[in-house]
């Protein structure tokens, strides 16, 4: 994500950034989910399936001293929810997720983004935030069913930012 699209979108989420955990799905640098810490966040999760990056994540973890609020999952993010997570404990604390995968996963890997996106939503806590960067192509018609979508142009990009009032539920 471009620095000027990374600095739109903590101007849109304001202060609903503040005491959330960030989810930082496809992580790349940890640019966004570091940037949500600085902005309030009470924890950040950084996904990324590169190892060689995902070290690289944790050697800015620990050489900023935020080892105690953040933690680097080295993997799919895909698969990240179906790991023995301990969905309760992370209940306790609205999300912030933050989904700015490769472009082309929205073409190819459609189904995919979409049942990740879904499969959150339906365990996360009220309060919590989604957001999606995506290209132009992509239909946020295919998340309706979560709820509305506020969606703001800055193209080539598409930013759809989604808000959770009541809980979905968080399966045992």
Known sequence: M???LREALFDVLATA???KHAIDLFAGTGALGLEALSRGA???????????????????????????????YS????LWPRQRLDWTAMAQV?????????????TDRTTDLV?????LH???????????????????GLLASLG??????????????????LAPGIPE
């Open 122 to 140: 339906q365990r996360c806590p009220a309060e919590s935030r989604f957001v999606v960067e995506a290209d132009e192509q992509f239909d946020f």
């Open 17 to 19: 950034v503040k005491g």
């Open 42 to 72: 009470a924890r950040v999760t950084l996904i990324e399936r590169h190892f060689p990056t995902a070290r690289l994540i944790e050697q800015t973890i620990a050489s900023l001293g935020l080892g105690d609020r953040a933690s680097v």
């Open 94 to 106: 609205p999300w912030l997720v933050l989904c700015s995968p490769p472009w082309a996963f929205f």
């Open 148 to 165: 509305h979508w506020d969606l703001r142009q800055y193209p080539p990009a598409v930013i759809g930012f989604h808000g959770v009032q």
């Open 75 to 78: 993997g799919d993010a895909f």
């Open 115 to 119: 049942g990740l996106i879904t499969a």
């Open 2 to 4: 471009k620095d000027r």
